[in-house]
């Protein structure tokens, strides 16, 4: 009984110093993760449609967070006083789309916080003041697949938290979730952000960009579990590339981080079983 009174405080002040803990591994809970899409969040020509861009962010948090309004739910993620890092990522070929980046920015603002204590920032985050100091930390980039982890996404996108990044790359980047414990970022992402807005689906070597290997997905994925996240990111991939190839043709290398993530480092969940996967907006050719 006692447990049970226990867990329910928790969860009505789930955004602690680590909302996705609530909803990853345990028996009670589900890891909740939204995958929102919208038909017309590119044009014809491949433009992006910022107010689209924006509706579709802020209901897929409504939906992650199950608040009233979008308000609601930014302030659910982020609370008075935090010193806020934006974790981008801008490889030239396929970043962040700089208006994700300024909506997010806005929302944080929206919330409370002081511009100075705001900072969007990839490559240079050691070195970021406002990221030195932050309280808490926004995890968001494109998915792609990836030379030397199979696909680049939440996990994979704080290496740069490390002066040394190579130093994870051994057996396909088998332990980036031990990243999740450096100091700079344990226990303060409040929000994960996987771009599915025309994922690269497939590589040939190195920082490798074909366009036809990507496609116009149109969707984001949002979850506090960004194991769960990952996992969802990758199914979608992983059909993607059967649908093209006509066949099965497994990631070379193959993702195994994100299994390895929930299974040897208990950073969350990649168990479909586990994972409660909210679908909205857009529902052609979703994969998974």
């Not at 300024?102 to 204590?117: M, N, Q």
């Not at 040939?204 to 036809?212: A, I, R």
């Amino acid at each position: 009984m006692l447990q049970d009174s226990a867990r329910l405080a928790l969860g009505s002040t789930f955004l602690m110093s680590s909302p996705f803990s609530i909803f990853g591994n345990s028996q009670e809970k589900k890891s909740r993760v939204v995958l929102i899409r919208d038909e017309a969040l590119l044009d014809s020509a491949g433009n992006l449609n910022q107010q689209v861009l924006s509706h579709l962010l802020d209901e897929g948090l409504v939906k992650l967070t199950q608040a009233g309004s979008p308000a609601e739910a930014w302030k659910k993620v982020i609370r008075p006083g935090d010193v806020v890092g934006v974790k981008s990522n801008r490889w030239n070929e396929l970043r962040t789309p700089p208006e994700l980046e300024s909506i997010l920015k806005s929302r944080v603002l929206d919330a409370g916080i002081r511009e100075s204590d705001i900072s969007v920032n990839d490559r240079g985050v050691l070195n970021d003041p406002v990221f030195k100091r932050s309280t808490a930390l926004i995890n968001v980039r494109p998915s792609r697949a990836h030379a030397w982890s199979g696909v680049g996404s939440m996990l994979k996108n704080y290496i740069m938290f490390t002066p040394r990044p190579s130093s994870y790359h051994d057996d396909s980047c088998a332990d980036l979730a031990k990243l999740w414990e450096l100091p700079e970022v344990k226990g303060k992402t409040r929000l994960n952000i996987l771009v599915m807005i025309t994922p690269l689906f497939h590589i040939v070597g190195s920082n490798y960009f074909n366009k036809e290997y990507t496609w116009p997905y149109k969707g984001l994925i949002l979850g506090f579990d960004p194991v769960a996240v990952d996992s969802v990111g990758l199914q979608i991939i992983q059909a993607r590339r059967k649908e093209y190839f006509k066949e099965d043709r497994p990631l070379n290398p193959p993702a195994k981080h994100i299994n390895l993530a929930d299974t040897r480092h208990h950073l969350g969940t990649a168990d479909f079983s586990k994972i409660e996967l909210v679908k909205a907006g857009w529902q052609e050719a979703m994969l998974i």
